[in-house]
Nanobody, 124 residues
């Protein structure tokens, strides 16, 4: 399994960005995909997750109402639409995939596969 994230960059506060994470390999084993982020000097933080079959979505408190996670119909990609960005959203963002259905969606240790990080910088 490989996860390839793209879409990071520099944006002003209030702006928007859209991340994509392309999945290849045995994606049929996925139960859920998610996004995490890590700012310098901070722990990795849960951002959003989506259950692969039901499309149920989950969000961290700091991004609710601003970020939207979705997946394509072919179940080969997950997206993160980020609106009304704040300087506090500056971080390296990671996509991840979970294959087991009984683990917490908000815990990074629940995820089996990780994409490379992509930097988001929000200027004030």
């Amino acid at each position: 399994v490989q996860l390839q994230a793209s879409g990071g960059g520099l944006v002003q506060a209030g702006g928007s960005l859209r991340f994509s994470c392309a999945a290849s390999g045995r994606t049929s084993s996925f139960y859920r995909m998610g996004w995490f982020r890590q700012a310098p000097g901070k722990e990795r933080e849960f951002v959003a997750a989506i259950t692969w079959t039901t499309r149920n979505t989950y969000y961290g408190d700091s991004v609710k109402g601003r970020f939207t996670i979705s997946r394509d119909n072919a179940k080969t990609a997950v997206y993160l639409q980020m609106n009304n960005l704040e300087p506090e959203d500056t971080a390296v963002y990671y996509c991840a995939a979970m294959t087991r259905d009984y683990y917490s969606y908000a815990s990074s240790s629940s995820y089996d596969y990780w994409g490379q990080g992509t930097q988001v910088t929000v200027s004030s």
